[in-house]
């Protein structure tokens, strides 16, 4: 993923603006073969900063553009999450993976995060916040599908545990972004955690990705403690 993120970065930088045809060739070209799971696609941002007014980052580029269509346009800057990890991506230099989002997509509910690279104008990182700050021309990013992320792990399991990914750290109100048993949709899942307790065997851990901490529970079945 960061490998694709960075060709990005630098077909943009070389290039200083890539039209919306050559943006879509260029990703088919170079990464359309490779796999990426959870990765719904590869776009860019691009930062203004109208007078008087708050920096805007907008989606100028995404591909593959049918199920994407719906963030061509969207200015992350009026989503608190994604601007919060564009500016922590912008002001260290480096790659910053957002807090989850809980949207609905064709009328499905799932959890999605965005993986957002800085831009320079030179093509390097400066070398303080300010300057960086000063110099964004905007972002390369990705949106990531938790859900299809992390659904090859669920068969891995093969029924011998489950497990849930929280936002943040350990808070009950940290919205639920996966559940390897339940749908999001479910109203039940936000609530479903009296089976868990009941576990033989339950652990708990806080994982940092990028700037952005998740909690992950793991909880056996009945199928492992029966075997």
């Keep these: 993923l960061l490998p694709a993120l960075r060709g990005i970065r630098g077909r943009e930088v070389a290039t200083q603006a890539l039209s919306s045809t050559e943006f879509r060739d260029w990703v088919a070209a170079r990464v359309g ?8 696609g590869f776009g860019l941002v691009q930062r203004f900063q109208p ?13 593959p553009l049918n199920p994407n269509r719906s963030t061509l346009g969207v200015d992350w800057a009026t989503h608190p999450v994604a601007r919060a990890a564009a500016e922590r991506a ?68 093969r029924g011998q545990v489950d497990f849930q990914l929280f936002d943040g750290l350990e808070n009950a109100a940290n919205p639920l ?20 307790p009941q576990a033989l065997f339950s652990t708990e851990r806080s994982i940092l990705v990028s700037g952005q901490f998740f909690r992950l529970q793991v909880h056996t079945t009945g199928d492992f403690e029966h075997a």
């Design 33 to 40: 073969d490779q796999e990426f799971p959870g990765i719904s």
């Design 51 to 63: 007078p008087g007014a708050p920096a805007q980052y907008v989606v100028t580029s995404i591909e």
């Design 90 to 157: 912008m002001q260290s230099g480096r790659p910053a993976l957002s807090a989850g989002m809980v949207v609905e997509r064709e009328g499905e509910k799932r959890a999605e995060a965005l993986y957002f690279l800085p831009i320079y104008d030179s093509g390097k990182v400066p070398p303080t916040a300010q300057q960086r700050e000063q110099n964004l021309w905007g972002l390369s990013f990705a949106p990531v599908v938790l859900g299809d992320l992390l659904a090859h792990t669920v068969g891995l399991a």
């Design 177 to 196: 972004l996966f559940d390897s048993v339940l749908s999001l949709a479910d109203p039940v899942a936000q609530k479903d955690m009296e089976r868990r």
